[in-house]
Nanobody, 124 residues
Framework: HLVESGGGSVQSGDSLKLTCTVS????????VGWFRQAPGKEREVISC??????YYLESVKGRFTISSDSAKNTVYLQMDSLKPEDTAVYYC?????????????????????WGQGTQVTVSS
């Protein structure tokens, strides 16, 4: 079970920190990804973390940072220098590390566990 929080409406250049809390199991057993879907666009993976390392979509590199806190069973997405094009519903997703070979990139995991999404709106 995944629960996201931290979305909101901000101005261009502002920051937000999204939180994804994993319940029912230890987060360390999962690869966790952050996705977003803007109106009329396909869902895209923007960042993820797993035993194969981290990944960032090119358009968010240097602005977004993914991190995890095992003690809190939580994965964060710090989003800085937000732009209007970052406006979307953001989702976190998780997939057991055991479902893929060790060290596999988190980017192409078949994520099967999803949170409910949180809206991020950036105005210019």
């Amino acid at each position: 079970h995944l629960v996201e929080s931290g979305g909101g409406s901000v101005q261009s250049g502002d920051s937000l920190k999204l939180t994804c809390t994993v319940s029912g199991d230890k987060m360390d057993f999962y690869a966790v990804g952050w996705f977003r879907q803007a109106p009329g666009k396909e869902r895209e993976v923007i960042s993820c973390i797993g035993n194969g390392g981290t990944y960032y979509l090119e358009s968010v590199k240097g602005r977004f940072t993914i991190s995890s806190d095992s003690a809190k069973n939580t994965v964060y997405l710090q989003m800085d220098s937000l732009k209007p094009e970052d406006t979307a519903v953001y989702y976190c997703a998780a997939e057991p590390e055991s479902s893929s070979p060790y060290g596999s990139s988190c980017r192409r995991r078949p994520y099967n566990y999803w949170g409910q999404g949180t809206q991020v709106t950036v105005s210019s």
